[in-house]
């Protein structure tokens, strides 16, 4: 090899690299699964509806279609009404799901159903990182113990939920 053909290496990388996109499309489907624990504040908001002011924390596994398991920690602030009389609640939430320092993903969750068991979606909005730009949409359903402790709390007590489980089927991300 020439002097001038080693010389002229590091030009073709450079222009490999400008030409070659730095991060490429990608479309998927995952399962995703998040036991989590939780805590905040229960309020009475009327004569027959409490309010939980609160956050989840715990780690997502998100297992691909080829089986490949990840983790990432997330972070969910939230609020949610709770109708004592009827049983019926309703749900809505944002998330920090943190893979690294880096790469960071922020999604919303809404939900309705009975007090303990809320189905609803779970959106992808916007990430840092190689996620910038994400979106995507799969159905989401919480089962929480909350119900048992929302009956017994006064209205501005401190509530720690000992555990809960958050499902999010067929989430079908894109990232651009």
């Not at 080693?6 to 990388?13: G, K, T």
Request: glycine fraction near 10%; charged fraction near 15%.
């Amino acid at each position: 090899m020439s002097v001038k053909s080693i010389s002229l290496l590091p030009l073709v990388a450079l222009l490999l690299l400008a030409v070659s996109p730095a991060h490429a499309a990608e479309k998927g489907t995952v399962q995703a699964a998040i036991p989590w624990e939780g805590n905040g504040r229960v309020f009475q908001v009327n004569t027959t509806t409490v309010q939980f002011l609160g956050a989840l924390s715990g780690v997502m596994y998100i297992e691909t279609a080829k089986g490949d398991m990840n983790e990432a920690f997330v972070q969910c602030p939230i609020v949610q009404l709770l109708d004592i009389e009827s049983g019926a609640t309703e749900a809505t939430g944002h998330c920090e799901i943190t893979i690294s320092p880096e790469s960071i993903v922020y999604a919303r969750m809404t939900c309705n159903g009975r007090v303990g068991d809320c189905t609803g979606k779970f959106t992808l909005i916007d990430g840092e990182g190689e996620y910038v730009g994400i979106t995507g949409e799969g159905g989401l359903r919480v089962r929480s113990p909350l119900h048992a402790l929302a009956n017994d709390q006064a209205s501005g007590e401190v509530v720690r939920v000992a555990a809960g489980l958050a499902i999010i089927k067929d989430l079908k991300y894109n990232v651009p």
